[in-house]
């Protein structure tokens, strides 16, 4: 079975955002980036199902520069080669924009399945996988919690809202876009940081891809206006834990 | 031309939140001055109960096809509705159905689908649509270009249409499906195994997100939970990672609350987990990140570090009790 784990760079959870002086995005001067949680399940689904099955796992990402380090990652945990799609260093691409490359590079590649997360901890628009989908003609479940390929289908568990599941089965091949928890994250070895330097990493410049301009762009970027303040309890723990005891008794009446 | 909104129904029911998507048409309508639509997939009944809003006409889309869901079936039967009667813009409510079709749909057109909107600004027939970026942590304004544009908006953004008594039109929509172009065959949906754990009858809650960092310091809030009688909850990752049991988990695919008091300990307060516990009489947010914005919807907050402020309270907790 031969698989495409489609993966992004996004900022480090802890970061704290500092928008930049044209206000379109953040100061990335200060910034580290990790894996896109969601990607990293998606990534885990295709090594545990390549173990189960065989075949093979290629890791594709679109990024600048610095995604190499995620690519690595990937390789370095298990997958077999990777594509690095080189963007000019824009974080605000649009998932319409994104997916269009992807489905580019991807053209000879031929995949059973394609597996994503179900959406970027930074941009969130919760969709490249689904329109790569419609892209490359590919049938598609979002939101997967579960996979079982079947030879030339695969049945996948689906979350719905409010604690509601379905199973559905679809034809290959097709894109699944993973929810987080599916299986637990394994760590890179040692070894496998090792042979992940062997490994092959395809470059194509984002240009030579696809010719032309972004779906959107994002005319400002801010930090949201509260539309409610909470109060804000101040001084040292002990402090504010008495005054937060006092509305628990005379507000709350809970204690 | 007119603005197209598409309302969602599962088994005969409304999702209410098709009418706060219909609210967001109404004004992206009345900015674009045209009329404004409504579209029902597969319950003619439903799209009879729509025309008594103020929309123009109400389409319902029947065929034997659509009667369960699937992104094939859904997006062909929308794509020919929205290219034989000239839409130029299509409102859908942020659901998880609309996640899975909405950008498939929008891809058809050549257009980005402009996902989860919080608001929509208008001046004169100019757009301008606000997401959020980083789990609500930071806003985007977004010009999209071309037509039609397709936008879905998130829970709770706006304020949902009222019936206005009118009576529209309904006009049945038969769309022409292909079973072979199906790829997709879906099941029953169902629930897993009852829960042992029922949060929604707790009056107290003690939830923890991330902030919390490992497994081994879970010991922090347990001990709070404790003393406050509380039962113990948490957000989305915490159950992922396997801290603690996926049926204590609080947000949109978990349980929703509504106690009388809710502590959000080291949660940021993403949408998702917003949704679970908006009904909570008070919210307690304890989060070292004063921009998180968990703080939007807390009666009252603590911008500092957990592991000093929780033990703290735990202690002035007991003295108050002793």
Known sequence: MKIIVSVKQVPARDSSLRVNADGKWLDESDLSFEMNEPDAYALEEALQLKEKLDGEVVVISAGPDRAAQTIREALAKGADRAIHIELEDDSTLDALSTARLLAKALESEAPDLILTGLQSDDLGYGQTGVVLAELLGFAHATIVMEVEPLGTTVRVKRELEDGWFQNVVLQLPAVLTIQSGIKKLRYATLMGIKKAKTKEVKTLPAAQLVAGTKAADFEKVYLPQRSKQSQILTGDPKEVAKQLVEKLKFEARVI | ?322
């Open chain 2, 1 to 322: 031309m007119s603005v197209l909104v598409v309302l969602e129904q599962n088994g005969g029911k409304w999702n209410r939140m098709s009418f706060e998507a219909l609210a967001a048409g109404k004004k992206i309508a009345e900015a674009l001055g045209v009329p404004l639509t409504a579209a029902v997939i597969g319950a003619e009944a439903l799209a009879r109960e729509a025309a008594a809003y103020p929309v123009e006409k109400a389409f319902a889309l029947n065929h034997e096809f659509l009667a369960h869901y699937t992104p094939d079936g859904f997006t062909s039967a929308l794509e020919q509705l929205i290219k034989s009667t000239k839409i130029i813009a299509v409102v859908f409510p942020h659901t998880y159905q609309v996640r899975d079709y909405g950008p498939k749909l929008a891809t058809r057109f050549g257009q980005l689908f402009v996902s989860d909107v919080v608001d929509v600004k208008t001046e004169g027939s100019q757009l301008t649509f606000v997401r959020q970026l980083f789990q609500g942590k930071l806003n985007a304004n977004i010009a999209a270009t071309g037509e039609p544009k397709f936008v879905s908006v998130q829970a709770g953004a706006f304020r949902a249409a009222e019936a206005s008594g009118s009576a529209a039109s309904v006009e049945v929509f038969t769309p022409q499906l292909d079973a072979a172009k199906i790829r997709s065959k879906p099941e029953e949906p169902f629930r897993e195994a009852q829960r042992s754990v029922d949060l929604g009858a707790a009056e107290l809650i003690v939830s923890v997100g991330r902030g919390i960092k490992e497994k081994d310091n879970l010991h922090v809030v347990e001990e709070l939970a404790q003393a406050l009688g509380a039962e113990l909850a948490a957000s989305r990752p915490i159950c992922d990672n396997g801290w603690l049991p996926m049926e204590r988990q609080v947000g949109s695919s978990g349980q929703t609350v509504s106690p009388k008091v809710y502590f959000a300990v080291g949660i940021s307060g993403a949408i998702q987990h917003l949704v679970g516990m908006k009904g909570s009489k008070m919210v307690v947010a304890i989060n070292k990140d004063e921009n998180a914005p968990i703080f939007e919807t807390a009666d009252y907050g603590i911008v500092g570090d957990l592991f000093e402020v929780v033990p703290a309270l735990v202690d002035a907790i007991k003295r108050a009790k002793a």
